[in-house]
């Protein structure tokens, strides 16, 4: 059986990094290329930041296109001032890596996209971790992409628990709402890896410290950006004692499904005001078979967290 492709569609933060390392470091996959995004950070800054953590890492063969700049209906982008808490001021917790090497790649994101998917088709994995704004692009661009590419597994989203921006919105649905509607009503088969599951993965400085244990630049460096993750949610929420891996498990869930329980659901998001950015079930097509979104509902967190530290921790040994 051929290696799956994998292209991953960032807005490079700290999960974000550790979404990069994770599927860096797993043995069944191979990373294409990362399409750059804005949430988190500006899209140029994610993008540079994707370099770094790719250097850092030594792959220095994945490329690194930017994608949009913006919301689909916006025509600039104002980084939140809690992205900046949470992330860093250089969304990667404030910590210094150098420069990389090698220049941002020049064709745009959503192109590259469009490229891998007529050349792998079903052999292609799109993991988006920020908003929706590059795929449904890429779907306007061409429209037979939904049904060429074989798997999107998204992190975004909340269903079954209130929203992180505001009590129905998850933060990069919340982005851009009117793209994440267009995917979602496409003909788009999707996995919704939502605050449903994303909450019951919790990294703790009990397993940092065994990076920076390793003694070297990579483990020293993660440890001290996902330390200053941890110490970010602490300041929002002192029970977790950890940060929530969001990201990495959209990465692990794209890989082996079986890591969480999910069903079947034809979905829309809401551009309403009020409930901007809210994900939820379509009732215009509830009893049409085949619904295209497959949304997690619980995890086996304990199964992730051990598969989690099994490759980043190999990865960091080596670098």
């Known amino acids: 059986m051929a290696i799956k492709k994998l292209i991953l569609d960032l807005d490079t933060g700290i999960d974000d990094a550790m979404a990069i390392a994770y599927a860096v470091g797993a043995p069944d996959v191979d990373l294409i290329g990362i399409i750059g995004s804005y949430g988190n950070v500006v899209v140029e800054e994610g993008g540079k930041n994707s370099l770094k953590i790719l250097e850092l890492l030594g792959a220095t063969d994945v490329p690194v296109y930017l994608g949009e700049s913006h919301a689909s209906h916006a025509d600039h982008f104002d980084r939140l001032p809690i992205s900046a808490s949470i992330h860093g001021e250089n969304g990667i917790g404030g910590v210094t890596l150098p420069e990389a090497k090698r220049p941002l790649e020049t064709t745009s994101g959503v ?5 891998a998917v007529n050349q792998y088709g079903k052999d292609l994995i799109l993991v988006p971790t920020g908003p929706m704004t590059n795929l449904a ?24 628990v209130p929203g992180n921006v505001t009590p129905y919105a998850e933060a990069n649905i919340h982005q851009d709402a009117e793209a994440a509607n267009a995917v ?27 990076w920076r244990d390793l003694g070297t630049k990579a483990g020293t460096a993660f440890a001290d950006i996902v330390d200053y993750y941890i110490d970010a949610y602490a300041d929002f929420d002192a029970t977790l004692h950890g940060c929530v891996l969001h990201d990495p498990l959209a990465v692990g869930v794209a890989l082996d499904p079986s890591l969480i329980t999910s069903f079947d659901l034809n979905m829309i998001v809401s551009t309403d005001a009020e409930s901007y950015g ?29 598969l989690f530290m099994t490759y980043l921790t190999d990865l960091f040994k080596q670098h």
């Open 278 to 306: 809210r994900t939820i079930g379509d009732t215009t097509r509830i009893n049409e078979p085949n619904p295209n979104v497959t949304v997690g509902l619980t995890s086996d967190s304990a199964r992730y967290l051990k």
């Open 184 to 210: 979602l009503t496409s003909s788009l088969r999707s996995t919704m890896i939502g605050l449903d599951v994303t909450l019951r993965n919790i990294l703790t400085k009990k397993e940092t410290q065994q």
């Open 137 to 160: 692009a890429a779907i306007e661009k061409d429209p037979e992409l939904p049904n060429k590419i074989g798997n999107v597994t998204f992190m975004g989203g909340a269903l079954t």
């Open 111 to 115: 192109d590259f996209l469009i490229d």
